[in-house]
């Protein structure tokens, strides 16, 4: 393994030694969700800001204003011989129904590619799109993709199954930074399996959804903060999501990776670390609306001394950790070439992960990472992530000691790199996304923010 400073050397022996970081999670998710707008979306604020106070650390606090959304009652029924009722819940930025509720017939859209619904696309005009979250016929798509698919086919409503077992529901957003055109409710893949059987005997199926939500433009904030480097002015901008999804604690997606962060910003102050450049930590609000904090910030704010940027979601839970690097060819060499020296064998991919806070600094031609635990089993997909099942109990004491000691090399050998791979210009960026045949995806999702 190459040299490590002998403050990382210390600081990793202060890792294993204590168990601060698996208290710090413990303490983000019993504030609660800190789901955008919500009370422990502000205890997190305080949280955060009186953690980096007593450390003596300076922040900033980066005030901005969003589609805001709040959950109400869902019912789902399906009108058979008898009302049977399923349990459901809204998907995030989803509209209500009339107080009559919505009626249809419910139509299986399998995994809502665009391929899938154009088969049955004579029948989905008025009528209820049922898919499911796991691969569809051309592998994985996001969601907001999905949804965006059944709405662009006509459907009055959208229903997001879980594909993995366990009667939980799935979540997330419809739309990004504004509410959807269709309601759309998350139902667990027992009910789907259930729906889909009688569906397979049945001509059709009745079904009527009642959802109640409430939606205001309100503000949020992101949380920022120096450790200032040799180099002050090249800036590695460390970030990660605070915020969690409303029905549940968020504890890997991503409560942890904050708990990193902070952990990491108390050990660099307690061992007076000046690294190599500048690491500028952010931790970033209303991401899982669809981006929308990081993406405002990246628009707004003089990113010209940034020269990599680093996202840690879902950092902790599983091991190996993953490397994405957006498709970018020389930084992809550039961290293979530090493979050996990482704490243990990563995964170093060129994987473009749009649907996390790199995505927008990305677009900005700033090399970029998105860091996090590859799941053991690729088909789990989001696994407990975005349920009520994503708890701290279900992370260990050791992955979560080695996941900041990773985070804290990582840094280390990124930030003290002798050359850091040059921003892209505007015209290579979009080439890597074409070429990656991300385009008409991105657009879909009003996720292209170039010409
Ligand atoms: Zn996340």
């Not at 009745?206 to 959802?211: F, P």
């Not at 990656?436 to 170039?450: D, I, Q, S, V, Y």
């Amino acid at each position: 393994m190459g040299s490590l400073s002998l403050e990382t050397e210390k600081i990793l022996g202060r890792i294993f030694s204590e168990n601060s970081i698996i208290d710090r999670i413990k303490d983000l998710c019993l504030l609660g969700s800190r789901f955008s707008g919500s009370e422990s979306e502000k205890e997190a604020q305080e949280y955060m800001t009186s953690f980096l106070s007593n450390l003596g650390v300076e922040f900033d606090e980066y005030e901005f204003e969003y589609q805001g959304w709040e959950r109400g009652a869902c019912k789902f029924l399906i009108i058979d011989n008898e009302k049977q009722e399923f349990p459901a819940i809204s998907l995030v930025l989803a509209p209500s129904t009339s107080f009559e509720g919505l009626s249809g017939s419910i139509i299986n859209g399998n995994g809502g590619s665009e391929t899938e619904l154009n088969r049955i696309k004579n029948e989905i005009p008025g009528n209820i799109v049922m898919v499911h979250s796991g691969d569809t016929e051309e592998g994985w798509l996001h969601r907001r993709i999905k949804y965006a698919n059944a709405y662009d086919f006509g459907a009055s409503a959208f229903v997001f199954a879980n594909h993995n077992p366990g009667q939980l529901f799935p979540t997330g957003s419809v739309r990004s930074n504004r509410i959807g055109e269709i309601p759309a409710i998350g139902i667990s893949k027992e009910s789907y399996e259930y729906i889909k059987e009688k569906l397979s005997r049945k001509k059709e199926l009745d079904c009527r959804i009642n959802v109640n939500n409430k939606s205001e433009i309100t503000t949020s904030k992101h949380i920022i903060w120096d450790i200032p480097g040799e180099i002050e002015d090249e800036v590695i901008v460390i970030g990660g999501h605070y915020d969690g999804h409303d029905i549940a604690q968020g504890a890997t997606d991503n409560a942890a990776s904050i708990a990193v962060i902070l952990e990491l910003t108390r050990l660099f102050k307690e061992f007076n670390v000046k690294p190599y450049r500048t690491l500028r930590f952010i931790a970033f609000a209303v991401e899982e609306f669809g981006v929308v904090g990081s993406t405002i910030y990246a628009n707004k704010v003089d990113l010209s001394n940034v020269v990599a940027m680093i996202n840690f979601d879902g950092l902790v839970g599983h091991i190996p950790k993953k490397i994405t690097c957006s498709g970018y060819e020389d930084l992809f060499n550039s961290i293979k070439a530090i493979k050996d020296e990482l704490l243990y064998e990563p995964i170093i991919a060129k994987d473009i992960i749009t649907a996390s806070d790199n995505y927008p600094f990305m677009c900005k031609g700033i090399p970029n990472m998105c860091v996090y635990g590859e799941k053991p089993d690729p088909r789990v997909g989001r696994g407990w992530g975005h349920t009520t099942a994503d708890t701290f109990d279900k992370i260990s004491k050791v992955d979560a000691k080695l996941s900041l000691a990773y985070a804290l090399v990582l840094i280390e050998k990124i930030s003290s790199m002798k050359e850091i791979p040059r921003k892209l210009m505007e015209s290579e960026v979009i080439k890597i996304l074409k070429d990656a045949k991300l385009e008409e995806n991105l657009k879909l999702l009003e996720k292209w923010p170039f010409k």
